[in-house]
């Protein structure tokens, strides 16, 4: 089984977000002329935290360690993850040629 992307997450959210609008429209919560505008916040709203989620500075180090590239980064990423191609900045140098 392979891991869920983005475009799955977002699809989920969609269903949620709609069943969620619809619940609070059944009760009276939400007028139906607004519908449209919630689903679009709420939608836009996790997707945002998402992504701000995956791109932290630890995921991005990793995601590019795995692509077959040596990343220096701050002791507090590079200690922190099990790749052997994050390398702690206290430790190496970059040097110009």
Do not use: C, H
């Not at 995956?54 to 590239?69: H, I, P, S, V, Y």
Request: net charge positive.
């Amino acid at each position: 089984m392979s891991a869920i992307n983005n475009s799955q997450i977002t699809a989920v959210l969609e269903r949620f977000a709609v069943v969620a609008v619809g619940y609070a429209v059944g009760k009276g919560y939400v007028s139906i002329e607004d519908t449209q505008t919630y689903v679009a916040m709420l939608v836009g709203v996790v997707s945002g935290g998402i992504a701000l989620w995956n791109n932290r500075n630890k995921r991005l180090a990793e995601r590019t360690a795995a692509a077959g590239m040596t990343v220096i980064a701050p002791a507090k990423i590079a200690d922190n993850t099990a790749s052997s191609a994050i390398v702690s900045s206290d430790t190496n140098m970059i040097v110009r040629k």
